[in-house]
């Protein structure tokens, strides 16, 4: 059952990375250095670095680093923009192999990886349909507070990872619908 648990939380926390990538892991490591994640082992692990000091100075300093460049220069907001696809899939890959590497052996820590790399990338393709809805403008603060709630869901209730892989699915597959949409007429001038 604690699998179950962590592939749960695992799918849910990458899948948000690709929306905002450090809440998430903020939010992780939180749990995990508190000792609250439920139903799966995180201490003990070999990613046990993963919720040591260092890395909670290091996520302090990235943090840091986005609210500096979202919110003082326009052309720094466009570098955030730009940096905001490597970052939610690393943190997407590594949170999920943290996740289940206290459940599985380290040959399956692969498949994690690439699993977490995928649903990053679908939270992020889900990010930009949510942009485009916006008129191209980022939620913004909405959306953060929206994924600090999720992400807490995620390590207090793990079933709701793969509730949450429903939902993206559902609003991936909108925004596939809504680009093939707002494209349709321009392929005729082509």
Known sequence: MAIVWAIGVGIGLAALAGLRPLIPLAVFILFARLGWAWGFKVEGTPMDWFH???AVA???ALIILEIILTRTNRSLARADTRL???LAIIIGALVFVAILSGEFSS????LALAAGVVLALLGNYVHTGLAITGGGKDPGPALDFTVVILSVLMMLVPPAGYLLLLVVLWLALRVRRLKRMKYKGLRVLA
């Open 58 to 60: 290091v996520l302090l």
């Open 84 to 86: 905001q696809l490597p």
């Open 107 to 110: 040959n399956w820590r692969w």
């Open 52 to 54: 040591s000091v260092a």
